[in-house]
Every structure is written in C-alpha cells, then in structure tokens.
C-alpha cells in the first residue's frame, strides 16, 4: 500500500512495454490517492497512447485544477495530436 512503489512500479512496467500490468499498478496507486498528479499524468499518457481517449481525457480532468507541471505534460500531448 505505498503509492511510490506502485508508482515506480507502473512505470517500469510501461518502459518495458507491458501497458497492463503498468495500468494495474498505476490503477493501485489512485486508490490510495485519485488525486496523485504524477499517476494521473502517466496513466493518462498510457489511455492515450493506447488510443483511450476518453480515459485520457478524464485524467486530465482530475489534473485540471491543480495548475500543475503534470496537467501541462499531459495537455501537451493532446495538442500535438
């Protein structure tokens, strides 16, 4: 139940490629915490990167109003495509 490990552990899984077990961990961490900007962000660029959108898009939602590095990352990625 420590949300920096299942934090890591998400995106260690999504460097290596395993997108599900990555969205598992990333998933654990935001029922600790469903306002941890850092797995909001790297969940929502998994949704989008695995053609989620609207997942994506409720990610960054959830980041809107905390006027933070993670929301821009995040709505960066969205502009650009």
Do not use: H, W
């Not at 490990?5 to 961490?29: A, H, K, P, R, W």
């Amino acid at each position: 139940n420590n949300i920096e490990i299942l934090s890591y552990l998400g995106q260690t899984f999504n460097e290596v490629g395993d997108l599900n077990m990555s969205e598992i961990y990333y998933q654990e961490g935001l029922n600790i915490d469903p306002t941890d900007n850092f797995i909001n962000q790297k969940l929502g660029e998994l949704y989008f990167n695995s053609k989620r959108i609207n997942l994506a898009n409720e990610r960054l939602k959830v980041l809107n109003s905390c006027n933070c590095q993670e929301y821009i990352n995040l709505k960066t990625i969205f502009e650009k495509n």
